[in-house]
């Protein structure tokens, strides 16, 4: 029986086929969901901001784009998957308030998507689809049987990435 386990915000999980992952409330922060088709392992992070090195407090590694994606492939290593294999879904990244200016510091979405993709290509982890960006939040539930990811929003229906 398949199980659907919850992934919270600065958390990351990690599952094996038949259960599927599921996180809820992505506005700026994004759902990395990373997968190994031989295997039919895959990982969730729900990631909150770009990077742990300005951060006072980065003792929670699921936090931050850059150290989530180290974790996220340690336990992928762990659970017998290989690197040369490994696909990501993201979805996430959304402006949820509009600010007056155009400071770059309050676009936390678009640099924490900026971010994912820099540290997925640094880790030559390939990036097969994303649904990014928009004003709207996201709850994502990530199937590692098949890698396929589903994503609902409010107002604009769902699909299937």
């Known amino acids: 029986m398949a199980k659907i386990i919850q992934v919270g915000m600065a958390d990351l999980k990690l599952a094996k086929s038949p259960d599927k992952l599921m996180t809820a409330g992505l506005g700026s922060c994004i759902g990395i969901c990373v997968f190994d088709p031989a295997v039919k392992v895959g990982v ?9 090195i300005q951060a006072k407090n980065a ?30 879904k993201i979805a996430g990244g959304a402006q949820m308030f509009k600010f007056a200016g155009d ?3 309050m676009k936390i979405g678009e640099r924490n998507t ?11 982890i390939k990036l097969v689809a994303q649904d990014t960006g928009g004003s709207f ?11 396929s990811l589903l994503i609902r929003t409010i107002g604009h229906g769902e699909r299937i990435i």
């Open 137 to 147: 939040g996201r709850t994502i539930t990530f199937d590692v049987e098949n890698g």
């Open 103 to 105: 400071s770059d510091i």
């Open 59 to 88: 003792q929670n590694r699921a936090k931050f784009a850059d150290s989530a994606i180290l974790m996220l492939l340690e336990e992928m290593d762990r659970n017998g998957a290989s690197r040369s294999r490994l696909q990501a």
């Open 44 to 52: 969730l992070a729900h990631i909150m901001l770009p990077s742990s």
């Open 114 to 124: 900026q971010a994912v993709i820099e540290n997925l290509e640094k880790h030559r």
